[in-house]
């Protein structure tokens, strides 16, 4: 598991959701699971989807911060790190960069020294700069599933929320994967959106119906903090070290996230942090947090409402993440998967980070054809993006994901054993391609293969058990986001009804 992530799995039980779930979608149990070589088989398609680099505080408590001396200064801290790729934004429809409120508000907040509030840093900055390293050394250097040239900004799909740090953020990662000097060779499209029609996080504005479920949690958020076995230590803790009041906790819905905010984006900075604050109180507050924000954005799907939850705030997402898999496949027609030639080292893999040190370990995935369709996607989010997928997967969160954070989906094609009715075709014929053409899905985070709970260790899911066991109940198309969503004035059925909109938190990380 990457640095900073505490997931703990559990098994998943089906409860009945509120929200009906597309047949199609929990199709009878299929379950499969593959070994992979990588040796052996063929990537077919990445999806990366990250959390912003280090930024600003977006708290609007600044004597958490001033006590202690810390300090926004514009120009050693928020200018550029470095000249980076542009990006050019328009909306899904190919409209201009839709405006944005909440981007606004933090932009005509400044603090002490000139940053604006939750603004991308330069240590942020350099944190997307070594994720795209880290990208180009797996998949131009290790893989050879990616192009080394600028040819490669065409076979890229990206796509951001519409904030300056997530744009940034993602400006830093197609930096560091597209080759030197690309900044002043290509500008790489990119797709944002409005809060409506936003899929990497969850709005109740957009899903009314979110909103009940979302104010539910606000009592469950409560309980899962009294109930941890730091509670009274971290307050009693924060009070000597912070000088917190214990009207702070009392007063406050989300008080150890703010704490949370204040402290990383302080460390994140490279500045000296409150005295004595030490790193048992450092992982009781990340965990705090976690447990004061998930019930509202990523429930364990063990919850009553967790799985719909998880749906109406995640599923569009999920459902395009999935669907992206199944149009590689209609894309680029499937061929035997057969070994190939050992990866050359590149004269870049020193910067590339763990991947480069694996040079020749796999073999390339240069494909004989020119794709006809995206090879990587790249989504940047936020904490809230990533949160519900690890849900999603089954996986209790204990920990708050570190800046930069990232889920990264891999759909390999691999060889398997031709029947015998197709043993006598030619080689090559499409008897033995279809017998051949079988495809996994592995899982990373944070650069470590997450374990997720339904696949046997050393094995992975089919696309379809995948889509259908792991996936199943959360999926949500958007041709049904509008039923799922609605908000029936009245009813019979057990269905909760919100007795008002909750909004998504504009302190959103």
Known sequence: MGAGAM??????????????????????????????????????????????GARTPLSPRAELWTKWGATWDAEQLCGCAYDAVPVAISSAVGDGRPDNEHNSKQINKVLNGGCHAGQLTKPGQVQALELGQ??????????????????????????????????????????????????????????????????????????????????????????????????????EELGRVMGLPPSFFDAKDWAFVDVHDVVTSITASGQAGPPGFSSRLEAAVSRL??????????????????????????????????????????????????????????????????????????????????PSGPLMYLYSGHDSSLMPILAAFGLDLHAWPPFVSNIVIELWEVPAAVPAAAAGSAPGSKAQQSAAAQHVVRVMYNQSELDIPHCPRGRYATLATFKHEVLGPFLLGPDQVSEACKVPMAHDSSMPQPASMAQRPDDEE
């Open 7 to 52: 997931l703990h799995p559990h098994a998943r039980v089906h409860a009945a959701a509120a929200v009906p779930v597309d047949p199609a979608d929990t199709a009878p149990s299929t379950s499969s699971f593959l070994p992979l070589d990588e040796t052996q088989a063929k990537l077919k398609l990445v999806q990366v989807v990250f959390r912003h």
């Open 134 to 235: 880290w990208l180009r050394g797996r998949y131009v250097q290790r893989f050879g599933f990616l192009p080394d040239g600028t040819e490669l900004a065409g076979l890229l799909k990206c796509r951001t929320t519409n904030f300056e740090r997530t744009i940034g953020t993602l400006r830093g990662v197609l930096t560091g994967l597209l080759p030197e000097g690309a900044a002043k060779k290509v500008s790489v499209p990119c797709v944002t959106s409005s809060d409506l029609d936003e899929i990497l996080y969850a709005d109740s504005k957009q899903c009314p119906h979110l909103g009940t479920f979302m104010k539910m949690s606000k009592a469950a958020s409560k309980d899962l903090v009294k109930r941890d076995h730091e509670y009274a230590w971290a307050r």
């Open 289 to 370: 947090a976690t447990k004061e924000f998930a019930p509202y954005v990523a429930p364990s799907i063990n919850d009553k409402h967790g799985q719909t939850l998880l749906r109406l705030g995640t599923g569009v997402l999920l459902h395009t993440l999935v669907s992206n898999m199944e149009s590689a496949l209609q894309q680029q027609p499937a061929a035997a998967a057969a070994p190939s030639k050992p990866a050359q080292a590149s004269s870049q893999a020193g910067k590339a980070g763990p991947a480069g040190s694996k040079q020749a370990q796999a073999a390339p995935n240069s494909s004989q054809q020119a």
